[in-house]
């Protein structure tokens, strides 16, 4: 008759249990868990950089500010393509001059941009008012870009009459 009694009570206490355990569950599936977007945009934008097609992606600081950075990538085939990353509204996105664009961070307040060979950091302030940076690496710049690059320089200078 004691072991009736005993397994009575234990099975009271496994469905006292149970019971709790699945309200515990319910209340965890209604509440909303803030996932953290920073990473998510980090980790996009790294993976694009980087992505299986890319061959070479670098900076270009000369036509970055603190508005906008600038980024060229090199596919495997050769062909190039410059992306701008820019804060339109309350999104961050990376745009192409052709005007296709891939949203990377959401609910945006406010982000500058700082470009330099081989490097971009972004700072960026959400809605809610929490701040993060963000840190880029990427390549080095081709020979041949870095001597387009000059070229270009040496005939904005303004010429001198002696």
């Known amino acids: ?36 977007d920073i990473v998510f945009s980090y980790v996009q934008l790294n993976r694009f950089i980087k992505g299986k097609g890319s061959q070479r992606v670098f900076t270009l600081p000369e036509r970055s500010n603190s508005e906008k950075a600038v980024f060229e990538k090199i596919d495997t085939q050769g062909n190039d393509t410059i992306y701008r990353l ?55 710049r081709p020979k041949n870009k870095e001597k387009e690059l000059n070229e270009q320089k040496q005939k904005q200078k303004p010429k001198t009459k002696s």
């Open 1 to 36: 008759m004691a072991e009736a009694v005993f397994a009575v009570f234990i099975t009271l206490i496994v469905v006292l249990i149970l019971q709790n355990l699945l309200k515990s569950l319910t209340l965890a599936n209604k509440v909303q868990h803030r996932t953290d």
């Open 86 to 140: 820019t804060q339109y509204k309350k999104m961050l996105r990376v745009t192409t001059p052709e005007g296709g664009h891939m949203p990377l961070l959401l609910n945006v307040k406010k982000s500058s941009f700082t470009t330099r060979d081989k490097m971009l950091q972004i700072n960026v302030t959400e809605a809610d008012g929490r701040k993060s940076e963000l840190y880029f690496k990427f390549g080095t």
